[in-house]
């Protein structure tokens, strides 16, 4: 059958009335309270005895810091009482009920204060008669506690039903800024959700990426870890080992727990979220399994608030960092304190529990027991609780708010009627003071603010201490002030140079970049290219290629940065530079002697017969092309691109133009006694303008490709993968391959005119014939190597030096074969010794020598009339 939701809330409550109008005491616990009447009475819930597996409470009382909050309620209520200005003519009183660190004892206690019915039994001043009464209900302003995040859960929930205010000095789990589940509460310190950012910037600013998380089961540690999973996954942390703990941890549990942790070696760096005593049977079992220094512990606030946390674990504790809430030291309630004795007015009903347990004593001591001075005081080994600023701050937050509600009742025939649950709460969020621990205030969601303090356990002149470290701000969300030089590591650690590492792997190393794997803050190092050089992008080296706009560069030694690349560029520095140009002035200073001893012997006959015009226009543009190659080793230039384009191929053609000249007359004049005809256009004149003709065909090739595929100088880097980039001139495509297929058809013209013209049977002609012939082969070979060589060369630089060695090449195969063998000739003439006769005498004159040619040049018939006359 289907039951409306509404009519099971109002069942569920009614249940819970009739429930707690009859309830009664548990058999197994505790009667005891610690209670002062007042006008107005406020709740208190704190953990005074430890539970047990079995019941609710046990006889083993926890540590003096629970007597010291204790005893802070107390001592804030007498001094509010005490105060003219601050509820006039009104007392404050209190109950405190002890829930034994157990949730389901909590959520007893608070059944006690959702009550109206009076105290039962007889009253005192001090309430000593009702310490051992029954408990049924307490009709309160508000409560104070739990200090568990997971007792405080369970008890908010039932306060809220029952709009009784709640306020926690401690609780800081995120579940109870719900203010739909939990309304009615609030709390002088922030959420965890805060917490955990300074978990996590703690853990960043010591790089421990690579962490493991041990959390107690239950509202507070479970929602802690939620908080600290999420945040940690977008700061790119990654959790090693996760483990629960729940209840009571025993040494078995807590070895397992250290040998867990010990499977993922790389993260020592532990989030430890547990009980006070948790933490110190997993500090016993470090010490147990020797790994002691081993891990870095990093704590929450449910533990290592005291140095008395410590006592017996020093060294495993030992540079521990420790998350609390930054309180000043209350010294008027700490000297009032550290001199209260049994016998001096103390009516707390647990003062003799915690006196016996810290002095080992019993004040009805048994045959062998010590029996409790009671005139001793705390004073000998008091240590200051920085959680009693927090406490006193929770009683005058309620002192406050109940101040104010007051005054807003002024009027009201029944003021304790008028003081209602609605009022208070909204006065408490409406509260604003500076209290004891700094400035008390609440947000929407009922939460205080506070900063942070960061402590760590420090080995100070052979003893230990707490001290802080690093302060956290919650209205910044940042470090105010952190020095990690305060931190005393455990001297295993430093010895291994590895105390403040807990990453899932190594750090690159230059020239390598991380590669992510699972988890991501995991990684293999993988070698970057030789081009790269090794960034930090979102904190992880990556390979980044060096930029290759603009300037080229290329990463230096270290890996780290790009340097510029040394550009090179032929020029006469260099030694390649030199040695070209030093060719180039070897061939101009031969061809200036060879013309020097053509111009001394300008009226040789055997200048005359090589038509002497044609040889000084090869030897001029042997000169002409050399210049021209300067060009190349001069920075490169869209000019200087052009004038290296024209040196080139003008050195083949300037040699090639009168060469084909010279074999194509020969030829002529051979083709022309052949056929006992007169050979045409073979003087001087026609020869030169034929040169002309041929040179500025070539000059129009080149000034046309200088228009449409000019040459360019280009600064490149070939490959990217490899050091290297120059600057030098990249000739034309179409225009390079226009003008060598113009030489290379001169060239093959000249062979078959020297082929064709080798059978001139004159003994000057035929002796130049055979050097002619050698220079075609000679300029042949050429050819057959420079075009491979040049296009199967993929640099620039190569490429215009391949082009000078073909052209000074070129320019020496004529220099030495056809010109040198000349000047051989004129310093050692030939003789025909073919009659047996002596060789004649040089002619005199110019005249003689062209009739003697002539004569040898006669047809063999007898027709004077039919021969060629000609000089060769």
Not at 274 to 283: D, E, L, P, Q
Not at 652 to 671: A, C, E, M, S
Request: net charge negative.
């Amino acid at each position: 059958m289907w039951i409306p939701g509404d009519l099971l809330v109002l069942m569920f409550h009614m249940s819970c009335f009739v429930a707690m109008t009859t309830i009664h005491n548990p058999g197994n616990l505790s009667q005891v309270a610690f209670i002062r009447p007042g006008d107005y009475t406020i709740g208190g819930v704190l953990s005074v005895h430890y539970s047990s597996p079995d019941n609710m409470c046990s006889d083993r009382i926890q540590g003096f810091a629970v007597y010291q909050k204790l005893e802070a309620i107390a001592f804030a209520v007498e001094e509010i009482n005490s105060r003219d200005d601050l509820l006039p003519n009104k007392t404050l009183g209190f109950v405190i009920l002890d829930d034994c660190a157990k949730d389901t004892t909590a959520l007893t206690r608070a059944l006690h204060f959702v009550q109206t019915s009076s105290l039962n039994g007889s009253k005192n001043e001090y309430g000593e008669a009702m310490a051992h009464g029954k408990l049924r209900g307490y009709d309160v302003i508000g409560v104070i506690g739990s200090e568990s995040s997971r007792n405080t859960v369970q008890m908010a929930d039932m306060l809220s039903m029952f709009r009784v205010p709640q306020i926690s000095y401690i609780s800081t789990s995120p579940a109870l800024s719900n203010k739909l589940s939990f309304p009615y509460f609030s709390r002088v310190v922030p959420s965890d959700k805060l917490q955990v950012e300074v978990l996590v910037d703690i853990l960043t600013h010591f790089n421990w990426t690579y962490v493991s998380v041990v959390y107690q089961e239950g509202s507070y540690g479970a929602g802690l870890y939620r908080e600290f999973k999420d945040l940690a996954e977008k700061r790119d942390l990654c959790l090693a080992v996760t483990m629960t703990v729940s209840g009571y941890l025993s040494d078995k549990r807590a070895d397992k727990i250290i040998k867990d942790l010990l499977t993922v070696p790389r993260a020592r760096a532990i989030v430890l979220v547990v009980a006070n005593r948790n933490m110190g049977n997993i500090f016993r079992a470090v010490r147990r399994l020797g790994r002691v220094g081993y891990f870095r512990w990093l704590g929450s606030d449910s533990w290592g608030g005291n140095v008395q946390d410590f006592t017996g674990i020093e060294d495993v504790g030992q540079g521990s960092l420790t998350i609390g809430f930054q309180s000043r030291f209350v010294n008027r309630f700490d000297n009032y304190l550290k001199y209260l004795t049994a016998s001096n007015g103390s009516y707390n009903p647990w003062f003799n529990e915690f006196f016996e347990s810290r002095y080992d004593c019993k004040f009805y001591p048994g045959i062998n027991d010590t029996l409790c001075d009671k005139n001793k005081t705390f004073e000998a080994d008091y240590s200051p609780l920085w959680t009693s600023s927090l406490v006193i701050d929770a009683v005058y937050t309620y002192a406050y708010a109940l101040h104010d509600v007051i005054l807003g009742c002024k009027g009201e025939s029944n003021e304790k009627k008028c003081v209602e649950p609605e009022k208070m709460l909204k006065a408490i969020r409406n509260l604003t003071f500076e209290g004891e621990h700094g400035f008390v205030s609440f947000d929407e969601f009922g939460d205080g603010s506070a900063t942070y303090t960061i402590r760590t356990l420090r080995r100070v002149n052979g003893g230990y201490s707490l001290d802080e470290i690093a302060l956290w701000d919650t209205n910044i969300r940042s470090f105010t002030f952190f020095n990690p030089d305060l931190i005393t590591w455990p001297t295993a650690s430093m010895s291994s140079n590895r105390f403040l590492v807990s990453t899932c792997s190594d750090p690159c190393n230059p020239g390598y970049q991380a590669v992510t794997t699972q988890p991501h803050c995991c990684w293999y190092c993988e070698q970057c290219y030789i081009n790269e050089i090794t960034v930090f992008k979102n904190d992880k080296p990556t390979c980044l290629i060096c930029p290759k706009e603009g300037v080229f560069t290329w990463p230096d030694s270290t890996r780290t940065k790009c340097l510029p690349i040394e550009i090179n560029v032929l020029s006469i520095e260099g030694l390649v530079g030199a040695v070209i140009c030093t060719l180039l002035l070897l061939v101009m200073v031969g061809t200036f002697i060879i013309i020097a001893i053509f111009m001394r012997n300008i009226e040789s006959p055997l200048l005359e017969v090589s038509c002497k015009e044609l040889s000084f226009l090869m030897l001029m543009g042997i000169v002409a092309a050399n210049i021209l190659t300067f060009s190349v080793v001069v920075p490169p230039t869209g000019s200087s691109c052009i004038l290296v384009a024209a040196a080139f191929q003008l050195s083949f053609t300037f040699t090639y133009g009168p060469f084909l000249v010279k074999t194509n007359r020969i030829y002529r004049i051979h083709k022309a006694q052949m056929l006992n005809m007169e050979a045409k256009f073979t003087g001087a004149l026609p020869c030169v303008i034929f040169t002309f003709m041929i040179d500025f065909t070539q000059i129009a090739i080149l000034v046309v490709s200088a228009q449409f595929d000019p040459p360019e100088a280009r600064t490149v880097m070939w490959s990217l993968d490899v050091n290297y980039v120059e600057s030098a001139c990249q000739l034309g495509h179409y225009g390079f391959l226009s003008s060598l297929t113009f030489n290379l058809l001169l060239l093959l013209l000249c062979t078959y005119h020297a082929i064709k013209g080798r059978h001139v049977k004159d003994m000057n002609t035929s002796h130049e014939n055979k050097f002619i012939n050698i220079c075609i082969y000679a300029s042949i070979v050429l050819w057959l190597g420079f075009p491979a060589s040049y296009f199967t060369s993929d640099k620039l630089i190569i490429q215009s030096i391949i082009m000078c060695i073909a052209s000074i090449t070129n320019s020496a195969i004529f220099l030495c074969l056809l010109f040198g063998s000349k000047v051989y000739s004129l310093y050692n003439p030939i003789q025909d010794n073919s009659a047996g006769q002596q060789p004649p005498p040089p002619p005199a004159t110019s005249t003689e020598t062209l009739n003697t040619l002539d004569v040898r040049l006669a047809p063999s018939n007898d027709n004077p009339a039919e021969h060629a006359t000609s000089t060769i």
